[in-house]
């Protein structure tokens, strides 16, 4: 079975990496329709679910112990549930067939299945030019402001991996391939990556 797993900084192109390898290789790729199906199933808004999915849990655990006893923290509660779904729905999927996934911890969340782990960077100039690329017209962000986003977005990556395991995210031996879009296209990748991949496997067969 293959199930690929997709870790990405934010404006690497680690997204449209996914998208394009799954359908290199004629398999699936699941990243915002998880979200989808979580809200389905929580019977939430998307852009709620949206909001909490990569979020480390401890940020709502309450500051004092006063404050924990004398109210319920639904906040908490209610991303602990979110996470919980998102971690079954992952597994439901993978093992339903060949996938990839982006995002959400899914290479340690499904490390029975030995998915194949692809890390993808960038260098700062290549993710302001993919961010401008996919920015609404009418959004007014500096190269300060937009870098500053990238990287508090990928705090927030590395900090909910963190709950999974101890190996640091972006850690190259962490993962079986490590892909730097830096000034690159990313279509034209793929054909080299899906040969790769498809090596992996069949190397992995033999054993």
Known sequence: MKIITISREFGS???????RLADALGIPCYDHQIIDLVA??????KAYVANRSEKDIRAFYPTTIARGFSRPN??????IQIMASEQEII????????CVIVGRAADIILSEYKPFRIFV???????LSRCYSRAETDEKMTDKEILRKCRE????????RSMFTDKKWGLASGYDLCVNTTEKEIKSLI?????YINAWYSEEKTK
């Open 13 to 19: 192109g680690g997204r449209e990496l996914g998208k």
């Open 40 to 45: 389905e199933k929580e019977n939430l808004d």
């Open 74 to 79: 639904y906040a908490l509660q209610q991303t």
């Open 91 to 98: 597994r439901k999927l993978a093992g339903e067939s060949d």
């Open 121 to 127: 960077c960038a260098d700062e100039l290549s993710k």
């Open 153 to 160: 977005i990928d705090r927030h990556r590395a900090s909910y």
């Open 191 to 195: 054909p080299a990556l899906t040969a």
